[in-house]
């Protein structure tokens, strides 16, 4: 585009007026927020901010934190290697290996070997919970997540599944009911390693 096309809107900066340029009224108007802040802290109880650790964060039952991999009430990872989550993921940092599942277990035609998530990469947007067809992965309100190296922030499947054990009664299941067999292994896609 060439600069005289007369198509061409040009923009002029805004006028300031005495009083942008001297910055003394945003200041002011600076200084009432803040004031108004104090005030709200030593008056109206209004602290926003808590001791941690001595005292624990309660974040909103729809916070997004550390995974966990929900377990059936035989104790077995809900988990039937769909894929769904880790297709769905846009970080790309769910890694799952799926086998056949054992004979006596007649409910699913695979579940997970492995299951690995990158909880550095992840960004916590919860699309792998909407995505499970049998509601085997959750996020929990866990957030104090820390690691000494890259690799301890790699959650394999004992590790996801030890979360659900530390926050199922905090936290219990959003959905209870158990897999439906027909719908859960017709949602499989194929072919599934
Ligand atoms: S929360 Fe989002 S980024 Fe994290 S594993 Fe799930 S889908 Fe991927
Ligand atoms: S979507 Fe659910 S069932 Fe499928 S692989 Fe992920 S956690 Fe497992």
């Known amino acids: 585009m060439r600069p005289d ?37 030593l008056f109206k109880n209004q602290a926003i901010t808590v001791q941690y650790p001595e005292e624990q ?40 290996v799926g086998t056949t599942a054992p004979e006596s277990w007649p409910d699913r035609e695979k579940y997970p070997a492995s299951f690995v998530i990158d909880e550095l990469r992840c960004i916590y947007c919860g699309m792998c919970e909407e995505a499970c067809p049998v509601d085997a992965i959750e996020l929990t309100g866990l957030y104090d997540l820390t690691g000494l190296t890259r690799e301890q922030m790699i959650f394999d499947k ?28 017709e949602m499989l896609p194929s072919p599934i390693v």
């Open 57 to 96: 964060h309660v974040p909103s039952p729809n916070y997004r934190g550390v995974h966990r991999l929900n377990k059936d009430d035989q104790g077995r990872p809900k988990c039937v290697a769909c894929m769904l989550c880790a297709t769905a993921c846009p970080a790309h940092c769910i890694d799952i």
């Open 158 to 185: 004992t590790k996801l599944l030890s979360v659900f054990d530390a926050t199922r009664d905090a936290e219990p299941m959003r959905y209870t009911a158990p897999p439906a067999p027909s719908a859960a292994t």
């Open 5 to 41: 096309d007369p198509s061409l809107k040009k923009m002029e900066p805004p006028r300031l007026t005495f009083g942008d340029r001297i910055y003394l009224p945003q200041i002011a108007a600076g200084l009432f927020v803040t004031a108004q802040h104090i005030g709200g802290v």
